[in-house]
């Protein structure tokens, strides 16, 4: 049977005969139904007419993004550490040039996401790296949409998963938002991947924060506190986001910079 994938969010289902009758990631407040209707296609589809690329960002730092734009259009991360390499976030198209690239670069370890929008195949991406464990915090257990063993569901603020590498639950976006701080990141200043639990705006001194980003729904008060007050302890010099945004320097002091800003315009 098919594994029938949302043509408007990228997300794979659990295998079926036919598809779904509605895509539950994009039915949700925070994504949408396409203008034509709930759509459906195969990882066999995207893979015929799309490719992925490859920038490297930094030292030890990849990112893969998909061309032509598919779904939102998010890029997934790739860090290397002498642990093993740890892939943050995910895309939808993996076909064999993709693996073929990152098993030269030393394979993977660890998939980890930041929250459900970026689902996409992750089972595919674990099985082609023999079965490596995804990392998705339990709060967001309820909108995964192709169980399997080899996800792991992590529960508290924090989860070592490498040397240096933490993932942050932030809530806000979803119960389960998180980030990863990535110590050793921007020579050893420190890095934070933030999805778009925090979203680097187009100033980029500035990141934002939102409940529902295609609909325009902000997060309340204690919300943007709390994801401050969560990312607060860790040292990072650098954010990059799910969309090739980055904050070159100084990005702990914009997180909370910008959060001041948010919060007198709401109240």
Known sequence: MPNYMCATCGTQYAAS?????????CSDERQYIGPNGQQWMLLSDLQRAHHNVFKDLAPNLTSVVTE?????GQRAHIIQT????????CISLIDD?????????????AIALSHPHYYSTIVNWSKAFGDIPIYIHANDRQHVTQPDPVIRFWE???RSIGDGLTL?????HFEGSSALHWRDGA???GVLFTGDTILVVSDTRYVTFMYSYPNYIPLPVRKVRHIVDTVKPFAFDQIYDAFGRIVK???HGAVIRSAERYIKAIE
């Open 156 to 158: 508290g603020d924090t």
């Open 17 to 25: 005969e036919q598809p779904p009758a509605i895509c539950t990631i």
């Open 187 to 189: 020579d050893g200043r």
């Open 97 to 109: 040039a993709t693996i073929e690239k990152i098993q030269a670069m030393g394979g993977l370890s």
């Open 82 to 89: 002498p642990a093993g390499n740890v892939l943050w976030d």
């Open 168 to 172: 942050i639950c932030c809530k806000g």
């Open 68 to 72: 032509p734009k598919f779904a939102i």
């Open 249 to 251: 320097s100084d990005a």
